[in-house]
């Protein structure tokens, strides 16, 4: 019998519908060419030993956790990686209690494809692999420990485009063909800050008012225009009216106001607005821009996404 498990699942780039997806919009989704391996072997440990390395080969958090913890997590405010880590664990093991009950201990060891602080789903991944290792429902998994619109879920179990939709609180998830013809003229620049979404998360609940309805409808409306834009002065107006609907919703000035004003081409935020990556839409190679304004990740559609 094989003792060794390996769980790989994919990252994610939310193109559009961020926040509004919470509420039943209509996302375009793209899974990264970059995700998360998970390596599972048993031992007699009694509890699992766990080492998590990123892109680099650096060990990025490494403990040890008890079955009893698992059953039992403490119930202490402090967050930390650990914490969010046992959380995972009891909720698994309470969709899958046989994982601890009929065992003796495990060795488990997670790898990054990509440097942990690009944001691409470090726990969606993760959270897909230990639901496929325990043979229970991401989605339920996720809703249970994290809570989040389930698309980087979704992302993490498909390897071509989706869009993602929330209905009646249940993921609904359609794999789409989108590749554009003008693909070489989209990038993906990192801003170097990992971004929390809970503040934004929190203005846009605070703001959501009986627009909601129409702005989800607009939204949609762009989802579709995004997906079967032919050119790419299409696309960038899809772009700006989206920016512009979302920088009313958020009170949020977009990112080509705030930091890039004088670029010629359209840029768009990604998922959580203010960090992370954004998509760029130019027509000739704007690493030099970027590279010029400090950003120095700047990643080509085709390097990035899996088609």
Same mark, same amino acid.
């Given at each position: 019998m094989d003792t060794k498990q390996t769980f790989y699942s994919n990252g994610k780039l939310l193109i559009t519908a961020e926040y509004l997806v919470l509420d039943g919009a209509k996302a375009?989704?793209?899974?990264?060419?970059?995700?998360?391996?998970?390596?599972?072997?048993?031992?007699?440990?009694?509890?699992? +030993?766990w080492k998590s390395y990123d892109a680099d080969g650096s060990i990025w958090f490494e403990d040890n956790i008890s079955f009893t913890e698992i059953e039992?997590?403490?119930t202490t405010d402090e967050e930390s990686v650990r914490k969010t880590l046992i959380k995972i664990l009891h909720e698994a093991f309470l969709l899958n209690p046989d994982f601890i009950k009929e065992n003796t201990g495990y060795q488990i060891t997670t790898e990054l494809t990509f440097p942990k602080k690009w944001g691409l789903g470090t726990s969606s991944t993760l959270i897909?692999?230990?639901?496929?290792?325990?043979?229970? %429902?991401?989605?339920?998994?996720?809703?249970?420990?994290?809570?989040? +619109?389930? &698309? %980087?879920?979704?992302?993490?179990?498909?390897?071509?485009?989706i869009i993602y939709q929330r209905k009646s609180g249940k993921p609904k998830v359609e794999t789409i063909h989108f590749h554009p013809n003008f693909t070489d003229s989209i990038y993906f620049v990192y801003l170097n800050k990992k971004?929390?979404?809970?503040?934004?998360?929190?203005n846009y609940q605070r703001n959501k008012t009986s627009d909601n309805e129409k702005n989800i409808a607009k939204i949609d409306k762009l989802t579709q225009e995004i997906i079967h834009a032919k050119t790419t002065?299409?696309?960038?107006?899809?772009?700006?009216?989206?920016?512009?609907?979302?920088?009313?919703?958020?009170?949020?000035?977009?990112?080509?106001?705030?930091?890039? +004003? %004088?670029?010629?081409?359209?840029?768009? +935020?990604?998922?959580?607005?203010?960090?992370?990556?954004?998509?760029?839409?130019?027509?000739?190679?704007?690493?030099? &821009?970027?590279?010029?304004?400090? &950003?120095?990740?700047?990643?080509? &559609?085709? %390097?990035m996404i899996l088609e």
């Open positions: 375009l989704a793209l899974p990264t060419k970059f995700g998360q391996n998970l390596i599972v072997e048993k031992n007699n440990t009694a509890q699992i +030993s039992n997590p403490s897909n692999n230990i639901a496929q290792w325990l043979q229970i %429902d991401a989605f339920t998994l996720l809703e249970n420990s994290f809570g989040g +619109s389930g &698309y %980087d879920i979704a992302c993490a179990q498909n390897n071509s485009p971004q929390s979404s809970k503040t934004a998360i929190a002065h299409a696309m960038a107006a899809s772009i700006a009216k989206h920016e512009a609907i979302m920088s009313t919703i958020l009170e949020t000035n977009t990112v080509k106001e705030d930091l890039f +004003s %004088d670029f010629i081409g359209e840029i768009k +935020s990604l998922g959580a607005w203010g960090g992370d990556f954004v998509m760029v839409l130019s027509e000739i190679n704007p690493k030099t &821009y970027f590279i010029s304004k400090g &950003y120095q990740t700047v990643i080509p &559609y085709k %390097d």
